[in-house]
């Protein structure tokens, strides 16, 4: 027979925690929801860990109850609750109802009273029970079928009280809790307990007295004239405050454990609540479908189901949609095309225009303008089909981006909604999501791409309009526009690895890793599952004594930032992070690259996102070659797998030097950072020079380390933390170093100042070419958050600027290519770096075009410096 488990919650408490740990939080009704939120996120956890089968939350039911008769001022220090949190319980208690969850609260108790009343009678029937509370008043109920959760801090760190448990924190009994409440006293209570006596005292007391009532009978034999002196004069408050902090575990309860059972929820309850505050995230928890588009009915729209492309179809100017439903479009099958023009509304489906020869043509004619959504996408999914596409003339997405990088649309409903445009439906709607997704019959399918691609026209006069306003078309046009055509062709050549070159660097790591698993088991003595966190931690903290974390309910931290800090203790701790480290390589980087080889190309074919970051920074996926670890040597052996698709040619790389710090020095115009770099001076010597106030002969290396750390700290928006971590010093010390910059470098600091000032009156900040970044936080209440964004309005403009940099790069590269007429071939973009693959013969040229072309990508007031290379692989080519 299975066990009756019941799990009691003290609500005010836990949403108490909630409201605190998470920051303000609205819904679009205006309504406060971060404490329904972190409560919910609670629940959920506790329905998912403990599978309760019964469960009921207490509230207090008021200000004033039986306690306020002993001491009229129990409680009395306590502020008035914040009206954000206040207006949200109800929510809490209607969440609570959708989920089938008892609730309780009784006029004169505190639900601790309630809660030590249920555990109570549940433990006498034989329940196991377990208490879930932000405080530890509750954590007297402790017993061998009790244990009572108590939240440390967030909604997700708890200590779980057990009797053991209390005995190994306090050195007490669950009893004795009350007892070291009466002596101590309660803050937040405003339990008095004794003056003078704190944690520490109490505990002592109780280790030799037991309880409060044998202390007060037995005062003779304390030790201390000035402890014996209080406690005598303080008797009263003593007990006062011991039966205060007593909870009452025999309440007159109009409700039993039965009232407690729990047997789930009824999802289509909690679905309407989620709805209801606006709880996107938990709605695709629930694997919910997007709730139907009632608001907007949708008007009928005509169109025709071309199953032969006719040549009046296929106008000069034209709205193409290109439909892929897969998320990897690299040769995936094309569902159909929506085509709207001034002849018509069309849908063709898939073999009709790819099997037509006038749509073929049409498509790769450049004088023949088209409109698209996500023109990366469609250059590539019809170039793997055999057909090229020309002409495109504006990319809706890529307008959208611009315009607000921030919201990561998914497909083009999403755009027409923040433009109030309501003649399309999501992708979700109509394909469905998840397991359930499936492309629909012909007519339903045809009505969604003439939708969408009818959307794009409508849209493109608006996002036109807009770009001009914002000083931003040229950022289209002239650079993002032709570089998704560029990019297309890099990710349909793709790179080619040499596989046999992949295994045998694996089969090289495995026997590293077999190596460093004996020499570890040999440090510890034993042998132990060196993956298990749980093993780990019991070997370095326990039986090699090494200095520890602080335990927690899952054991002992073993994550990289606490190793790295004890890799000066023990031997063990480095090998372990070297097996980590070549772990990872051989899973994520060998066995990862083999499995996206292309079977019938030898190639990868990474794909480019160009309308993701917020920076304008490219990011790559399936696979991401911009995260090969390099630092390691293992790491960078990698890239000899990435070799010429040809013989006789070579791989040739070219990468920008220090491009971020020479954009700082040029918005910055900063003298000393202009005069080192045209001066070509090495930058982090001379801001050591100039920091540490010494000649350049007396710079040392950790003098250099130290500059170059704060000099791309200073990119990123650095705070005295993130550089005490970098550089394992104090966060004074940080401060200073970082303080002695600033004064070196003032043009910087005022930099610094001007850019928080400028996102503060504006909104946003922006880039060299005009590339935008809202950052809303800017004025926000929160420290954290306002903190954050200020870092944010700091480093977006060098990073954005860097970032349009290299890009230019890349479109005037591949002008050049062609101009040339060189067989040359772009094939991969990572960082601040250009690979390309080359005939040997063509080596000269390229070292002549490459960085003449990268270092005139734009113009400022240094210098921009590319190194370059060749050799028969990537990783030759450094």
């Given amino acids: 027979m299975t066990r009756k488990k019941l799990v009691l919650i003290d609500g005010n408490s836990i949403a108490y925690r909630a409201f605190f740990a998470l920051p303000l939080l609205n819904n679009d009704k205006g309504v406060h929801t971060n404490a329904i939120y972190g409560f919910t996120m609670i629940l959920m956890r506790i329905l998912e860990d403990e599978n309760p089968t019964h469960m009921l939350v207490a509230f207090d039911a008021g ?37 089938k969850v008892s609730r309780y609260e009784l006029e004169n108790y505190e639900a601790d009273d309630i809660i030590g009343t249920l555990s109570k009678q549940a433990e006498e029937e034989g329940y196991e029970v377990k208490v879930i509370s932000g405080d530890k008043d509750l954590t007297q109920l ?11 801090k967030g909604i997700t760190d708890v200590d779980s009280y057990t009797p053991e448990f209390i005995k190994e924190k306090y050195g007490l009994t669950a009893d004795q809790i009350i007892d070291m409440k009466g002596l101590m006293g309660d803050s937040s209570d405003n339990i008095p307990g004794v003056p003078g006596v704190g944690e520490k005292t109490a ?17 003779d034999q304390v030790s201390g004239k000035k402890l014996k002196e209080k406690l005598e004069e303080h008797q009263e408050l003593a007990k006062i405050s011991k039966e205060l902090a007593t909870i009452d575990r025999e309440v007159p309860l109009e409700i039993s454990l039965s009232d407690t059972d729990y047997t789930g929820y009824d999802k289509q309850d909690v679905v309407k609540i989620y709805r209801e505050l606006g709880f996107q995230s938990l709605l695709d928890k629930l694997g919910e479908e997007p709730q139907a588009e009632e608001h907007h009915e949708l008007e009928e729209i005509e169109f025709i189901t071309a199953d032969t492309v006719t040549e009046d179809m296929l106008e000069d100017e034209s709205s193409l949609l290109v439909e892929i439903t ?14 709207v023009n001034q002849s018509g509304k069309y849908f063709i489906p898939a073999a009709a225009a790819l099997e037509s020869e006038l749509f073929q043509a049409w498509a790769a004619d450049e004088t023949k303008k088209k409109t698209v959504y996500d023109a990366k996408k469609s250059i590539v999914s019809l170039k793997w089909k055999g057909i090229e596409l020309a002409g495109i003339d504006f990319d809706v997405l890529m307008a959208a981006y611009i315009l607000n990088p921030s919201p990561n649309f998914d497909d083009i409903s999403g755009v027409a909604k923040e433009y109030d445009i309501h003649t399309v439906s999501s992708d979700e709607a109509i394909y469905g999501k998840g397991a359930k997704r499936a492309i629909p019959g012909e007519d339903k399918l045809g009505e969604h791409l003439v939708r969408k691609a009818e959307a794009a026209l409508i849209l493109r006069d608006k996002l036109n309009k807009e770009l001009i306003e914002n000083e931003q078309y040229e950022l289209f046009k002239d650079l993002e526009l032709p570089l998704s055509g560029v990019l297309a062709e890099m990710e349909a050549t793709g790179v080619k690895v040499d596989r046999k070159a992949l ?12 190596v460093l698993e004996e020499n570890i088991h040999s440090l510890a003595g034993e042998k132990f599952n060196i993956n298990s966190p749980k093993q780990l931690g019991v070997i370095l903290f326990e039986k090699l004594q090494l200095p520890a974390a602080k335990k927690t309910k899952t054991g002992y931290s073993t994550s990289a930032d606490v190793l790295e800090k004890l890799a000066d203790k023990h031997e063990i701790v480095q090998e372990i992070l070297h097996y980590r480290q070549l772990g990872k390589l051989q899973s994520t980087y060998i066995e990862g690259l083999l499995k996206v080889v292309h079977h019938d190309t030898d190639r990868v074919h990474t794909r480019y996102n160009q309308t993701l970051t917020q920076t304008g920074r490219l990011s790559s996926t399936d696979p991401n070659l911009q995260n090969i670890p390099i630092r390691l040597e293992e790491g960078r052996k990698i890239r000899r797998a990435f070799v010429p698709s040809k013989k006789g040619w070579v791989m040739f790389a070219a990468d920008y030097s220090q491009i971020e710090l020479r954009v700082l020095a040029h918005i910055a115009g900063d003298e000393k950072l202009i005069e080192a770099f045209n001066n070509d001076l090495d930058i982090h010597t001379q801001t050591a020079v100039d920091v540490f106030n010494v000649k350049p002969e007396e710079v040392t290396a950790n003098m250099r380390r130290h500059a170059k750390a704060v000099n791309f700290g200073i990119v990123y928006g650095i705070s005295d933390y993130g550089l005490s971590q970098s550089l394992s010093i104090t966060r004074k010390e940080a401060g200073e170093f970082i303080n002695r910059y600033l ?6 600091k005022q930099y610094m ?10 909104g946003y900040v922006k880039t060299l070419l005009h590339r935008r970044r809202y950052i809303p936080e800017i004025t926000s209440r929160n420290f954290n958050l306002r903190s954050f964004a200020e870092r944010t309005a700091m480093n977006t403009p060098i990073q954005g600027s860097a970032a349009d940099i290299i890009k230019k790069a890349m479109l005037d590269m591949a002008l050049e290519l062609k101009a040339n007429n060189l067989e040359t071939r772009l094939l991969l973009q990572v960082h601040d770096e250009l690979i390309f693959e080359a005939p040997e013969e063509e080596v000269e040229i390229l070292r002549k075009i490459v960085p003449e072309v990268m270092e005139n990508a734009v113009e400022l007031e240094v210098p921009l410096k590319v190194d370059y290379s060749h050799g028969s692989s990537w990783y030759d080519a450094k």
Avoid: C, W
Wanted: glycine share 6%.
């Fill in 743 to 748: 004064e070196s470098f003032p043009g910087v």
């Fill in 142 to 152: 402790a017993s061998k079928h009790i244990t009572v959760d108590i939240t440390r």
């Fill in 63 to 99: 200000k004033t109850t039986f306690r306020h008769k002993t001491y009229s001022e129990y409680k009395g220090g306590r502020q008035k609750t914040p009206p954000e949190l206040s207006e949200q319980f109800p929510f809490i208690r209607e969440l609570l109802d959708a989920y």
């Fill in 326 to 339: 897969e998320e990897n479009y690299h040769s995936a099958q094309i569902a159909g095309f929506g085509l």
């Fill in 203 to 219: 505990i002592k007391l109780l280790k030799e007295f037991h309880s409060v009532e044998k202390l007060l009978s037995s005062l």
């Fill in 503 to 514: 295994k045998d660097m694996g089969d090289e790591l495995k026997k590293q890793l077999l």
């Fill in 753 to 762: 100042d001007d850019i928080i000032h400028e996102a503060k009156q504006k």
